[in-house]
């Protein structure tokens, strides 16, 4: 490779355009999902090309495939809005999720290695460790990584697209205040019966325990909505 070839990402094949669109995309989709913008949120292409520092057109091509995935809704002033759900969308969403996971709960259950056992392991310990402090955040992140954990012993990457396409960390950002009255160490017991199940190797087990883990949440949503 010449010192020209180095420099020029032409030269190997790269397209540069298609690199800064793709990094455009990660980076504002990750936004969303982190809760950066609020639900119903505008999104203007002048305010994203000064944060993520790409082009107009860019901005275009990236507004439009978070559109066609669900999370923004188009506008025709050249904006978007970050997606929203009604009560139902909610409702309907957080059981298919109750559904899907639970399958690849019992997946995990037949087929995690070691390896997936102790990651899991080591995930419950550090919720537990954690469950009095003040740090939200982290403690949110390690309750995704369980269940990112779990997705991955099952090594069923058809069921993992369908639960990615859910969008079902928009809801639970939307709705956020619904499982907050629900005690960490709850939760983190629950997560340790999924985690027995899988260990044992009983997906029938893990199913139910994945279920009766992920119905609290959607519990705690139709109580909201009723006014209970």
């Not at 309907?92 to 999720?97: A, K, N, S």
């Not at 928009?170 to 005690?183: A, C, E, G, N, W």
């Amino acid at each position: 490779m010449t010192a020209d070839s180095a420099q020029d990402p032409r030269a190997d094949g790269a397209d540069p355009g298609a690199t800064r669109t793709a990094r455009a995309y990660r980076d504002l989709r990750e936004l969303i999902l982190s809760g950066q913008y609020a639900p119903d949120a505008r999104l203007t292409e002048s305010e994203l090309t000064s944060r993520l520092e790409v082009s107009r057109g860019t901005i275009r091509s990236v507004l439009a495939r978070l559109a066609q995935e669900g999370y923004v809704t188009a506008e025709a002033n050249r904006s978007a809005r970050t997606r929203s759900f009604s009560e139902d969308e909610a409702i309907e969403i957080l059981e298919t999720r109750e559904i899907l996971e639970a399958a690849l709960a019992a997946k995990a259950a037949e087929r995690a290695t070691d390896e997936d056992i102790a990651a899991m392991t080591a995930t419950c310990e550090r919720m537990w460790a954690g469950r009095e402090s003040d740090g939200r955040d982290e403690y949110s992140a390690l309750n995704r990584s369980f269940h990112e954990q779990v997705r991955e012993a099952a090594r069923q990457s058809t069921l993992t697209r369908f639960v990615d396409s859910l969008l079902y960390p928009l809801v639970l950002r939307q709705y956020r205040d619904m499982d907050r009255s629900r005690p960490r160490a709850t939760v983190v017991h629950e997560h340790e019966a999924i985690l027995a199940a899988v260990v044992t190797h009983n997906p029938e087990a893990a199913a139910a325990a994945m279920r009766h883990h992920l119905s609290a949440v959607r519990r705690a949503l139709q109580l909201t909505f009723s006014g209970e």
